[in-house]
C-alpha cells in the first residue's frame, strides 16, 4: 500500500502532538523499577515501541504471580521494531529474577547490542547471545540477588541509550553505580533526560564532571508523572510550515513544554535560523498552543552538528532540500544502525526527486543547494513520473519526506503505517490541516 498526498490549498493546522516515546518509555521503566503503578503516569505515548514496553511490563508483572521461566523454559519477549525497549529491557531482565529471552524483528537482530551486554556482564549479569554474537536475540537470568555495581568505562560516542539502561537500573545495584565516558560525548541531552526522570523518582543520580557519572544505591520512590509531547513529531510540522508557498501559512501545536527535557527541543532554534519562529500564545506558556510562523528570508546555506538531537536530521535534509538551501550536516553517525541506514536512505530517495546529497563518511551530509546540480540547477527537483519515497520500515523517512508535498505538489509515500511507531495519527492530523491523501493499493 502507499499513501499519494497533496498539499493543501492552504494550510490549517492545529495539532495536538503525540506524547514523547523517549520520555514514556523512561517513565514507564522507572514506574516498574520503583514499584509504582502504571496508572500514575499522565499522557503516556500511544505509539508502537511504547505498547511494546507495557506488553512487556505487563508479562513480568504477571510471573509475580506464577513460576518463574527457567533456562530451559524461557519466557519470550518481543518487542518487534522498539530499539528503546529493547536496550531498556535488557537491562531490567538482568535485575529481575528468570529467564527470558528477548527478540525482535529481523532489523532489529542485526542492531548491534554487545557493549550494552559486556557492561551489564561487568556488573554481573548473566546473559547469553542466543544468535549471533553482538546481537539480539539475548537470553537473559536474572536473581533475586542484586547485581554488584561498580565502575564501568564506555566509550562517549555509543549510543545513549546504552547509558541511560544503565543509569536507570544501577539505584539496584548492590553497590551503586559509577560510569566513566571516554572521548567526546554524544547525545548528551538524552542522559540528563534520563538523570532529572531518576530523580523524578527519587535516586540520587549526577555528573560528577563532564564524563563522569555517579548513581548511588538507593530504592527508587514511587511518583506521579505527567508525560510532555514530542519535540520530534513537532519537526515535521516545522518542516511543513518552512515548505509552504506562503509565508503567511502557521501551524499550531498543543503540548509542547517550553522547559523541555528533550533535547530535540533544539530544533526550534535550528528552524528559527531557517526563519521559522516558535511564538506562545499565552504569556509565559500559560495557553499551552504555541505557533509556528515564518518571518524574514530563508538563508542560502546551513551548517549544523545534530550530535544532540539525531531524530532530527532526516527532516532537516529533506526541508533543506527542498527549499534550495545549501547544507553540511555533522554529528550523524548513529543514523547508520537505527531503524534503517538513514543516511543511506536519504541519499537514495532524494536521488529519486533529483536531488545528490553526498556523504563523508558515518557522520558528515552536504549538498552544495541547486547551484551544484547538473544539469539543470534551476528545475533541481525533478522526480520521475510514478516515483515513491520508501520507508525501510522506518517511521522518521515517511514522516520527513510526507511534506515535500508542500513543494512538489504530490508525493507518493510507500507502506506509511510505519508513522505508528511514534505517531500514530500523523496522517489524519495532515488531512485536518487540509492536505488530501488517497490510499492506492
Known amino acids: 500500500m502507499k499513501y499519494r498526498v497533496f498539499k493543501p490549498d492552504n494550510l490549517s493546522a492545529e495539532v495536538l502532538l503525540p506524547a514523547s516515546k523517549s520520555i514514556s518509555n ?4 522507572l514506574t516498574a523499577l520503583s514499584g509504582g503503578s502504571l496508572s500514575r503516569l499522565a499522557n503516556v505515548s500511544d505509539c508502537d515501541d511504547t505498547h511494546a ?5 505487563a508479562l513480568l508483572e504477571d510471573e509475580r504471580h506464577a513460576p518463574l521461566p527457567t533456562p530451559a523454559h524461557p519466557a519470550t519477549i518481543d518487542i518487534g521494531a522498539a530499539g528503546t525497549a529493547m536496550r531498556f529491557l535488557t537491562a531490567l531482565l538482568a535485575t529481575v529474577p528468570g529467564t527470558h529471552l528477548i527478540t525482535g524483528t529481523q532489523r532489529m537482530r542485526r542492531r548491534p547490542i554487545g557493549i550494552l551486554v559486556e557492561a551489564l556482564r561487568a556488573l554481573g549479569a548473566d546473559i547469553a547471545y542466543a544468535g549471533e554474537e553482538g546481537f539480539p536475540p539475548l537470553l537473559i537470568t536474572g536473581s533475586a540477588a542484586p547485581l554488584l555495581g561498580g565502575s564501568i568505562t564506555l566509550a562517549g560516542d555509543v549510543s545513549s541509550q546504552y547509558v541511560s539502561a544503565l543509569l536507570m537500573i544501577a539505584p539496584l545495584l548492590a553497590g551503586g553505580l559509577l560510569i566513566a565516558l ?29 564524563h563522569h557519572l555517579a548513581v548511588e544505591a538507593k530504592p527508587y520512590t514511587p511518583a506521579p508523572y505527567t508525560i510532555e509531547s514530542d519535540w520530534s513529531a513537532a519537526s515535521y510540522w516545522y518542516e511543513t510550515v518552512l515548505l509552504a508557498p506562503q509565508p503567511q501559512e502557521t501551524a499550531t501545536l498543543r503540548g509542547l513544554f517550553p522547559e523541555s527535557l528533550q533535547g530535540d527541543s533544539g530544533g526550534a532554534r535550528l528552524f ?3 526563519s521559522v519562529r516558535t511564538m506562545p500564545l499565552g504569556r509565559d506558556f500559560s495557553d499551552p498552543r504555541t505557533m509556528l510562523i515564518r518571518r524574514g528570508s530563508v538563508p542560502q546555506s546551513v551548517e549544523w552538528d545534530f550530535g544532540a538531537m539525531p531524530d532530527l536530521a532526516q527532516t532537516l535534509v529533506v526541508t533543506c532540500a527542498m527549499r534550495g538551501i545549501a547544507f553540511r550536516f555533522t554529528g550523524l553517525r548513529s543514523l547508520r544502525i537505527k531503524e534503517t541506514d538513514r543516511i543511506a536512505a536519504l541519499q537514495r530517495e532524494l536521488a529519486k526527486l533529483g536531488v545528490t546529497v553526498e556523504v563523508e563518511g558515518d557522520d558528515v551530509m552536504h549538498w552544495g543547494g541547486p547551484e551544484a546540480q547538473r544539469p539543470a540547477p534551476v528545475a533541481w527537483l525533478h522526480p520521475a513520473p510514478g516515483t515513491a519515497i520508501d520507508t525501510y520500515s522506518d517511521h522518521r523517512m515517511a ?16 507502506d506509511p503505517d510505519v508513522v505508528t511507531k511514534s505517531y500514530p495519527r500523523y496522517w489524519d492530523d495532515l488531512r485536518q490541516a487540509g492536505f488530501t491523501i488517497e490510499e492506492i493499493q
Open 26 to 29: 523512561r517513565a514507564l521503566l
Open 53 to 57: 514496553m507495557l506488553r512487556a511490563l
Open 182 to 210: 571516554a572521548g567526546e560525548v554524544m547525545s548528551r541531552p538524552y542522559i540528563d533526560m534520563t538523570l532529572a526522570m531518576m530523580r523524578h523518582f527519587g535516586a540520587e543520580a549526577r555528573w560528577t564532571d563532564d
Open 272 to 274: 528559527e535560523r531557517l
Open 399 to 414: 514522516m520527513a519526506f510526507a511534506p515535500a508535498a508542500m513543494v512538489l505538489g504530490q508525493i507518493d509515500i510507500n
